[in-house]
């Protein structure tokens, strides 16, 4: 049960980096174009 958990916050916590890391893309691109 204790490796399940893990396993889900890992996940959590990659989904929460590429999250942020497409938001910063986002922005990036966003600024570029005005």
Same mark, same amino acid.
Request: aromatic share 18%; charged share 30%.
């Given at each position: 049960m204790r490796i /399940? =958990?893990? =396993? /889900?916050s890992l996940l959590l916590f990659i989904i929460l980096i590429s &999250? =942020? #890391? &497409? $938001?910063?893309? #986002? $922005?990036r691109r966003y600024? &570029?174009?005005r």
């Open positions: /399940i =958990n893990k =396993n /889900i &999250l =942020n #890391k &497409l $938001r910063y893309v #986002k $922005r600024y &570029l174009y």
